[in-house]
């Protein structure tokens, strides 16, 4: 990794801070002694903003201070203090995120797919799970709602919804720098600049450099096995050792500018704009299975116990091809890309509202692939992902006095795409396909989709303390998919259309029993758009009248009740949640489907509707001061999963789960403020459990990743005034080696599994200057 050049780029951080120091005020005096009780956490889940303790619907929210205290750079990290709520970077895919809310989710990046929860910024949503891994920046709070929100976040938030807000530019003249240096030459710089150019102008710039190296090796197997004389070798750099290079390093740089125009207190206009360069390794794989696959395809040499490395940090990948002329490509997972948005407010009255959200973005993803984890090349890929989206929201708000609020708007989506991927797959002729794959398979499939949608909200207080909630939703979608495979592929100048609509509601009732207690019971629906099968490989998955060539949409009906409590002086908010959720038409990738016509098996990517399922659940979270200065947080969720109905072709079984759903998962925090001379100092101490689940819907053993517990620890000491902080962080305290996910071929087509892993212990050492008031 480049640190120095990393390091220099960001540089641009303290010199934004520089521009707004001349209208700094004075260093801030001493903090204020903090209100008794816990605060109040404001969220806008409903249109709305309201306090989440009277939002009736499962909703996790962080604010910014409780992300630094965790030491959460990411939204994954978030996820893990979140009930049923799982993150996880794509199998094998750079830059992808996995997300999974009750048991719903996708697993897959490809641009003809679609993300079963919903990922917003400043209410923008992206359409598309490729450059997902957010690094959080400049965050001013995290809303997690789960369950399905058809009616509130509408496009594909069948699971739930991920809200990240930035803070808004207030004219405050302050600002923040911090430098990081840890585990793995980890080097980190950020900062934010708030001021004002004008009293009606205000501007918020921020960013961050951030570099760390690989944690997994990449060795030449025959040079630290000279024995081996049947595995092929590589040019090694450098020369020395055996090391060719790491996989899990990291480098990117963010930034972000906001401008906020406030001429009236009936107007304002925001516009942001933001900007991420991600130059990172690949993903941080280790080779878990190789055996002869189940389905007795042919062998090749790489099938053999002497590249499984899973219980260390090292991979015997080259990412080169021995049959293929010396081919080549650099283990990498990176993302440039940012957009731009303009968001409008006009009150048109005192009772009613006008919001406007435009919104650009464009994304491009480079990930490689040498997912065999051998010298040999069984499959090396190179994806090359292009995507661009534009959005248009349009909310009206208002209110009949005290009696009822509602919501009316619109929202528009319209993508485009491109996916090229380079298949390097040597053995791919030992098969009998008709027509045979080449070994060399090129792709560049084109993408384009638009969206239309109305929708209406409505609450009504009939009776002091009761509350009527109603939300309506139409959705009306489209989608091509123009397929390019190369010459004589059987694809190759296809195309494929979709067309769907879909009604979503929502029914909600609360009640107030008191200021601090509220109880809640709605139903809600969701769904997440059928379209063309993105992968065809046989035959019949072209054929008119195939079932493989498209795909319906899954829908889901979620029955919840909860209760939202505060006592013992507003020391203690527990929220408890539970839910039935009716899951139809489940959306699962099959990689064998029999033949309409004859019944025999040919090898496939078809995306089938799976089946339905019944999931249930429970969910708790709390958190506490008991006495000042203490504060402690905690989760605890349980998800029960069960098939009502499987679809045969995809060869499930009732006994099947979905993906990335553990049955269990717990959570806490503890963190207790130490007056030490004219400073503080605050002990942190967290940990998160999830129980054993699958990476795949089919539970392969391969693609199982077991039960973990990890712990985290942080040491924080603030100056008098809060100008100065120095904070000492341990990541994964104990040490523990575990899955995040897998890249599976074993079951399917060659004969092994790659694991991706999670990092080892890391330790860091920040430092932080805060400028002006607070």
Not at 305 to 330: A, E
Not at 392 to 417: M, S
Not at 526 to 534: A, I, M, T, V, Y
Not at 590 to 600: E, L, R, Y
């Amino acid at each position: 990794m480049r640190g120095r050049d990393i390091l220099a780029s960001a540089a641009v951080v303290p010199l934004v801070i520089g521009l707004a120091t001349q209208a700094y005020a004075q260093e801030t005096e001493a903090r204020q002694e903090e209100a008794a009780g816990l605060a109040d956490i404001v969220v806008t889940a409903q249109y709305r903003a309201q306090n989440v303790q009277q939002t009736p619907l499962a909703i996790t929210a962080v604010n910014a201070e409780l992300l630094e205290a965790r030491s959460q750079t990411n939204v994954i990290d978030v996820a893990a203090q979140a009930p049923n709520v799982t993150l996880r970077a794509g199998g094998g895919q750079g830059g992808t995120m996995s997300a999974t809310i009750r048991g719903v989710g996708q697993t897959d990046y490809s641009l003809a797919l679609e993300p079963g929860v919903g990922i917003y910024i400043d209410d923008v949503y992206l359409a598309t799970m490729a450059g997902q891994l957010i690094n959080l920046v400049d965050i001013d709070r995290i809303e997690i709602a789960r369950g399905p929100q058809g009616t509130l976040s509408g496009k594909n938030s069948i699971g739930g919804s991920i809200k990240i807000y930035s803070k808004v530019p207030a004219g405050s003249n302050t600002g923040y720098v911090s430098a990081t240096y840890g585990t793995d030459n980890r080097m980190t710089v950020r900062g934010a600049a708030d001021f004002a150019l004008a009293p009606d102008l205000f501007v918020r710039l921020s960013g961050i450099g951030h570099t760390v190296d690989g944690f997994v090796d990449r060795i030449d197997y025959r040079c630290s096995h000279p024995a081996a004389t049947d595995v092929p070798t590589a040019v090694r750099k450098g020369g020395g050792d055996c090391r060719l290079g790491t996989l899990g390093g990291q480098e990117y740089l963010v930034g972000s500018a906001d401008i906020l125009y406030r001429p009236s207190d009936v107007f304002e206009l925001r516009f942001r704009g933001d900007y991420t360069k991600d130059s990172s390794e690949g993903q941080a794989v280790v080779q878990s299975v190789a055996q002869q696959p189940q389905n007795g395809l042919p062998g090749v040499p790489g099938y053999d116990s002497r590249f499984v490395t899973l219980g260390s940090y090292v991979n015997y990948s080259t990412y080169c091809s021995p049959t293929d002329g010396g081919y080549c490509i650099d283990p990498l997972s990176q993302s440039t890309g940012g957009g731009l948005s303009l968001q409008a407010k006009l009150d048109l009255s005192d009772s009613m509202s006008l919001t406007s959200i435009t919104a650009w973005r464009k994304q491009k993803t480079l990930f490689s692939l040498d997912v065999d984890g051998s010298p040999f090349t069984e499959s090396q890929q190179y994806m090359e992902i292009d995507f661009r989206q534009f959005t248009q929201e349009v909310r009206l708000n208002g209110n009949f006095g005290d009696f009822a609020e509602y919501t009316i708007g619109g929202f528009y989506l319209d993508t485009k795409g491109k996916d090229r991927e380079h298949i390097d797959a040597p053995i791919f002729p030992d098969f009998s396909f008709n027509p045979p794959i080449p070994t060399n398979l090129y792709t560049n499939d084109r993408t384009q989709a638009h969206t239309e949608a109305g929708f209406a909200h409505l609450v009504v207080h009939p009776l002091a303390g009761l509350n009527l909630t109603g939300g309506l939703r139409y959705t009306r979608e489209y989608k091509h998919h123009d397929y390019d495979r190369g010459v004589g592929q059987a694809a190759t100048g296809k195309a494929e259309t979709y067309r769907g609509s879909r009604w979503d509601y929502r029914v909600a009732l609360d009640y107030q029993f008191t200021p601090q207690l509220m109880a809640y019971a709605q139903t809600a629906t969701g769904f997440k758009g059928g379209g063309p099968n993105p992968r065809p490989i046989a035959l019949i998955e072209l054929e008119p009248g195939s079932p493989y060539r498209t795909f319906k949409p899954e829908t889901l009906t979620s029955y919840e009740a909860g209760v939202k409590t505060t006592f013992l002086d507003r020391r203690v908010r527990l929220n408890v949640a539970g839910f039935i959720s009716k899951y139809k038409d489940m959306q699962i990738q099959a990689n064998n489907c029999p033949d309409p016509n004859t019944g025999a098996f040919n090898f496939c990517f078809a995306q089938l509707n799976a089946g339905d399922a019944t999931i249930k659940g429970l969910e708790f979270e709390t958190l506490m001061q008991p006495v000042p200065g203490l504060t402690i947080d905690g989760s605890l969720s349980y998800l029960h999963f069960q098939y009502t109905r499987v679809n045969p072709l995809t060869g499930f079984t009732k006994d099947n789960v979905a993906p990335n759903s553990p049955d269990w998962k717990w959570s806490f925090g503890i963190q207790y403020e130490i007056p030490v001379g004219s400073g503080t100092l605050t002990p942190r101490f967290d940990g998160s459990y999830q129980a054993s689940s699958f990476s795949y819907g089919n539970n392969a053993p391969s693609t199982r990743i077991p039960s973990f517990s990890v712990f985290n620890a942080r040491l924080t000491y603030r100056a008098e005034a809060g100008a100065w902080e120095a904070s000492l962080e341990a990541t994964n305290l104990f040490d523990k080696y575990y899955i995040l996910n897998h890249f599976d071929q074993q079951a399917n087509l060659l004969g092994y599994t790659a694991a991706q892993v999670a990092p080892p212990r890391r330790v860091a050492l920040t430092l932080k200057h805060n400028f002006g008031q607070r």
